[in-house]
C-alpha cells in the first residue's frame, strides 16, 4: 500500500524558515508541489538523482531537496520565506504512469 505522509507545514512571518518532511511507505518519494487557491498544483522541486533536484525559479536558492533513504523521507527545507511561499505543500510519488500524493501540509507566510 502507497502513503505518502507530509509534516512540519505552519505559519511564520516573512523572511523565517519551515522544514517539511514526508516519509513514505511502499514508494520511494520523489518531489514537492505547492498549490495556492485558484492556480494548478505546481512542481516546487523535484529530484532527479542523487546529483540533480529540479527547483522552480521562484525558490531557487532559497529552497533544498534532501532525502534520508533509511527512513524513506524527503525534506524541502525553505529558508528566507516569502509570503508568495504560501499555499499547501504536497509530496509527490510516481510509479509507471501512475502518480501518488500525500495529504498535504499548509505553510502560511505573513509580511
Known amino acids: 500500500q502507497v502513503q505518502l505522509v507530509e509534516s512540519g507545514g505552519g505559519s511564520v512571518q516573512a523572511g523565517e524558515s519551515l522544514r517539511l518532511a514526508c516519509t513514505a511507505s511502499?514508494?520511494?518519494?520523489m518531489a514537492w508541489y505547492r498549490q495556492v487557491p485558484g492556480k494548478q498544483r505546481e512542481p516546487v522541486a523535484r529530484?532527479?538523482?542523487?546529483?540533480?533536484?529540479n527547483y522552480a525559479d521562484s525558490i531557487k536558492g532559497r529552497f533544498t531537496f534532501s532525502r534520508d533513504d533509511a527512513k524513506n523521507t524527503v525534506y524541502l527545507q525553505m529558508n528566507k520565506l516569502k509570503p508568495e511561499d504560501t499555499g499547501v505543500y504536497y509530496c509527490?510519488?510516481?510509479?509507471?504512469?501512475?502518480?501518488?500524493w500525500g495529504q498535504g501540509t499548509q505553510v502560511t507566510v505573513s509580511s
Open positions: 509527490a510519488a510516481s510509479r509507471g504512469l501512475e502518480f501518488y
Open positions: 529530484n532527479i538523482n542523487k546529483a540533480i533536484t
Open positions: 511502499g514508494i520511494r518519494p
